[in-house]
């Protein structure tokens, strides 16, 4: 089956830049998507990626995907104390109505 | 705009009592409807996915059960709860192309 995985943990000082990691298996994935968790919260859907791009900007986020790798990464530019949460990267293919996600990179910032 | 309640928020039961969580979206018209639960300190699971009244599909075997009575409620259930069913449940709406979910703010049942 599918299968997306993340680090645990990632560290940085305020104002620094972070960046999540994130590989799937499924090559027929369509969308990737981002999710940002707060402590005893729902999940808030930060960005997603259309498969044929390599390259997306929000504001401070920057979503890059390289497909051959199946890789997907999101940074954070300026990182401030209240981007610390768990990060969520996930993945839809075709053939499922659902989402699969990965175990979360939670992300601690030091002010 | 659209929302999604969850009720209850906090839920502590003992082994082998019954459960129901809801789900309500406003909003939105026949929205595909989603359960999942979270362990501690581990990522999401998908328990059941519901594309319409009525139809419900199951991802994993487990004590637990999902109904879908009208177009924007979603019940998760069972019958007799186990210590493992305790965690984090989250129920989540998606419409349109992008497949993206919109999450309610989480049940956390602890199991006794």
């Known amino acids: 089956g599918e299968d997306v995985e993340q680090s645990l943990f990632l560290s940085v000082r305020e104002g620094d830049s972070s960046v999540i990691n994130c590989t799937y298996t499924?090559?027929?994935?369509?969308?990737l998507y981002w999710y940002k968790q707060e402590p005893g919260a729902g999940l808030q859907l930060l960005t997603y990626?259309?498969?044929?791009?390599d390259m997306k900007q929000d504001q401070r986020l920057t979503v890059l995907l390289n497909k051959k790798d199946k890789h997907l990464s999101l940074r954070i530019a300026d990182t401030q104390t209240g981007d610390s949460a768990i990060y969520f990267c996930?993945?839809?293919?075709?053939?499922?109505?659902?989402?699969?996600f990965g175990s979360g990179t939670r992300l601690q910032v030091q002010p | 705009s659209q929302t999604i309640h969850q009720w209850p928020a906090t839920l502590v039961q003992p082994v082998g009592s019954p459960l129901s969580l809801e789900c309500t979206v406003e909003?939105?018209?026949?929205?595909?409807l989603y359960w999942y639960r979270q362990a501690a300190g581990r990522g999401l699971q998908l328990l059941f996915y519901?594309?319409?009244?009525?139809?419900i599909s199951s991802e994993v075997p487990q004590n637990l059960s999902a109904s879908r009575p009208q177009d924007r409620q979603f019940i998760l259930s069972s019958k007799k709860l186990l210590l493992s069913d305790s965690g984090f449940y989250l129920c989540?709406?998606?419409?349109?192309?992008?497949?993206?979910?919109?999450f309610g703010e989480g049940s956390r049942l602890t199991v006794l």
């Open positions: 989540a709406w998606s419409a349109g192309q992008t497949g993206e979910l919109f």
């Open positions: 499924d090559s027929s994935s369509t969308y």
């Open positions: 990626i259309f498969s044929n791009m």
């Open positions: 996930a993945d839809r293919d075709t053939g499922r109505r659902a989402l699969t």
């Open positions: 909003g939105t018209s026949n929205p595909n």
């Open positions: 519901s594309v319409g009244i009525g139809q």
